[in-house]
């Protein structure tokens, strides 16, 4: 897509839409960063402490479905940055359990002998 087609879009957006994006893409950017630069257990204890997150009441399953939007719709658009299925996992984590959902990594990959 074209940038000014994707900035319309950006601007189409309510408050509530764009600051979900900016803050998104600024948690996507400094995850993949951070996995460069950090061990992943102290990583992921800053993007996502351990233990229950602070209950906000209810979690609308729209937030949910906002949150894992655009965190998928910027990872396609961050594609030279290669964010993939990591950064993006501990991104949704970060940001669904600031909502009061208890999110939860798992780790299924396993050592072939």
């Not at 233990?51 to 030279?80: F, M, Q, Y």
Request: hydrophobic fraction near 45%.
């Amino acid at each position: 897509m074209k940038a000014n087609v994707l900035f319309h879009k950006f601007m189409a957006l309510p408050r509530r839409g764009k600051w979900l994006h900016c803050n998104t893409a600024l948690w996507l950017i400094t995850v993949k960063a951070g996995l460069y630069l950090l061990p992943f257990d102290l990583l992921r204890g800053w993007v996502a402490p351990p233990g229950k997150p602070p209950s906000s009441g209810p979690v609308a399953i729209e937030e949910v479905r906002e949150i894992t939007e655009a965190i998928e719709r910027l990872g396609r658009l961050l594609a030279p940055l290669q964010i993939n299925c990591l950064p993006q996992a501990l991104v949704g984590q970060k940001l669904l359990r600031r909502k009061g959902f208890n999110a939860q990594l798992k780790n299924w990959c396993t050592e072939e002998s």
